[in-house]
């Protein structure tokens, strides 16, 4: 597609369950990063993914998260036993590599209840 | 720790005024980018300058970077209510070129 595709736009769950979060990324495009965007705060960093090598995931706040990529196509991010403080939007965004700027996606607005 | 501090955090102002928003660090940056997020979307990135002194023209938005690559500016003339959204500054890591910090963040409204 033309963009970075996001899915869902929106979750809700209850506490305790397991969500998975879904990025499409442009076509082409060898990185891919999760971020974290806290309601009025900046970007946090999670994981980047750079075409087959082992992706950097000094950005994941526990064990409950963890990421895949397959190949240079879509990623999941999942979050497991989520809790409330990992309400938020989740943002994926991928670029041609360093140098570039990102694209990101619309995001997903989690909320944990 | 590498940090970008954005100042201020919040911006009110009317349609047809000027503003500077800035991103401030205490280390070297080889890059800065700008980037514009409004309400239920990314962000989008605006401009990545990359020279110690550049300045960068988009229509009616100026960007600039410090001689000493520490910090940048951006400032908007004849601001319109399409200018309001949340602006940030972002540059790569140090010794990890493809994963950009982002600043904390200037969250501007242009009242019409």
């Known amino acids: 597609g033309a963009g970075v595709s996001q899915s869902p736009s929106n979750k809700v769950t209850e506490k305790g369950k397991d969500v998975e979060l879904r990025c499409d990324p442009i076509?082409?495009?060898?990185?891919l990063y999760w971020y974290r965007q806290r309601l009025g705060q900046g970007l946090e960093f999670l994981i980047y993914?750079?075409?087959?090598?082992?992706?950097?995931k000094s950005g994941l706040p526990s064990d409950r998260f963890s990421a895949e990529r397959t190949g240079e196509s879509v990623s999941t991010l999942t979050i497991q036993r989520t809790q409330q403080e990992d309400s938020a939007v989740y943002l994926c965004?991928?670029?041609?590599?360093?140098?570039?700027?990102?694209?990101f996606g619309s995001g997903t607005r989690l909320t944990v209840v | 720790t590498q940090l970008l501090e954005q100042s201020p955090q919040f911006l009110s102002i009317q349609e047809g005024e000027n503003l500077t928003v800035y991103c401030n660090s205490s280390?070297?940056?080889?890059?800065l980018q700008w980037y514009r997020q409004e309400p239920g979307e990314g962000p989008v990135l605006l401009v990545t300058?990359?020279?110690?002194?550049e300045v960068k023209k988009l229509k009616r938005l100026t960007f600039q970077f410090g001689d000493a690559r520490k910090d940048s500016s951006l400032h908007i003339t004849a601001a319109q209510p399409g200018d309001t959204g949340l602006y940030l500054c972002?540059?790569?890591?140090?010794?990890?070129?493809?994963?950009?910090?982002f600043g904390t963040g200037t969250l501007l409204a242009v009242q019409p």
């Open positions: 300058v990359v020279t110690g002194g």
């Open positions: 993914f750079q075409g087959n090598s082992a992706p950097d």
């Open positions: 076509s082409g495009h060898t990185a």
């Open positions: 280390s070297v940056f080889s890059s």
């Open positions: 965004a991928s670029s041609s590599g360093a140098g570039y700027g990102y694209t």
């Open positions: 972002a540059g790569p890591l140090r010794g990890a070129t493809n994963k950009l910090i």
